[in-house]
Antibody, heavy 122, light 107 residues
Framework: QVQLQESGPGLVKPSQTLSLTCTVS??????????WSWIRQPAGKGLEWIGRIYTSGSTNYNPSLKSRVTISVDTSKNQFSLKLSSVTAADTAVYYC??????????????WGQGTMVTVSS | DIQMTQSPSSLSASVGDRVTITCRASQSISSYLNWYQQKPGKAPKLLIYAASSLQSGVPSRFSGSGSGTDFTLTISSLQPEDFATYYCQQSYSTPDSFGQGTKLEIK
């Protein structure tokens, strides 16, 4: 059974770079009709899609964050990563990694990590 | 960008009730619509994909319908474990976008 686990610092200073890694276990990150995404959720608010990466390395980002976001994949480690630069308090949120199953009329987030809280504060 | 609007934003209902949540897209998204359930402190869980397909392991009391711009999630008979927040999400065009959520509370 595939599982995802986020890891990284829980506290980041303003203007610095937030770095998170998602480790995929129970299956290969390269297998099947899947790709991989990051999503975040500020406390008490809704879900915001950050971006996605295919195992080819191709990426798409939310235009609202595009200038600050980089998503990368390391297939040898079965991991993908998020970097968000120049963070402010507005970037404080729970960050989720998720697997996307790509099918007919559907690209759905079918497996999620448990989420990791990142606070931006000095 | 495609905007997703859910209604209502919150809903009070009783165990055994039939409940419907609506999601409207700002432009046609065909059937590229998914529904998620989120409980406090937990990650969202996929319930319905492609507007009407039930995710494996999800109880059959959950159903989805619609295409184009208007979609619904129906819970046929509410169970205690169904009280949660529900989100719709479109995957028709980048950026993916979510509705603002519907909080389902116990009456």
């Amino acid at each position: 059974q595939v599982q995802l686990q986020e890891s990284g610092p829980g506290l980041v200073k303003p203007s610095q770079t937030l770095s998170l890694t998602c480790t995929v276990s129970g299956g290969s990150i390269s297998s099947g009709s899947y790709y991989w995404s990051w999503i975040r959720q500020p406390a008490g608010k809704g879900l915001e899609w950050i971006g996605r990466i295919y195992t080819s390395g191709s990426t798409n980002y939310n235009p609202s964050l595009k200038s600050r976001v980089t998503i990368s994949v390391d297939t040898s480690k079965n991991q993908f990563s998020l970097k968000l630069s120049s963070v402010t308090a507005a970037d404080t949120a729970v960050y989720y990694c998720a697997r996307v199953h790509s099918g007919s009329y559907s690209d759905a987030f079918d497996i999620w990590g448990q989420g990791t809280m990142v606070t931006v504060s000095s | 960008d495609i905007q997703m609007t859910q209604s209502p934003s919150s809903l009070s209902a009783s165990v055994g009730d039939r409940v419907t949540i609506t999601c409207r897209a700002s432009q046609s998204i065909s059937s590229y619509l998914n529904w998620y359930q989120q409980k406090p402190g937990k990650a969202p869980k996929l319930l319905i994909y492609a507007a009407s397909s039930l995710q494996s392991g999800v109880p059959s009391r959950f159903s989805g319908s619609g295409s184009g711009t208007d979609f619904t999630l129906t819970i046929s008979s509410l169970q205690p474990e169904d009280f949660a927040t529900y989100y719709c999400q479109q995957s028709y065009s980048t950026p993916d976008s979510f509705g603002q959520g519907t909080k389902l509370e116990i009456k």
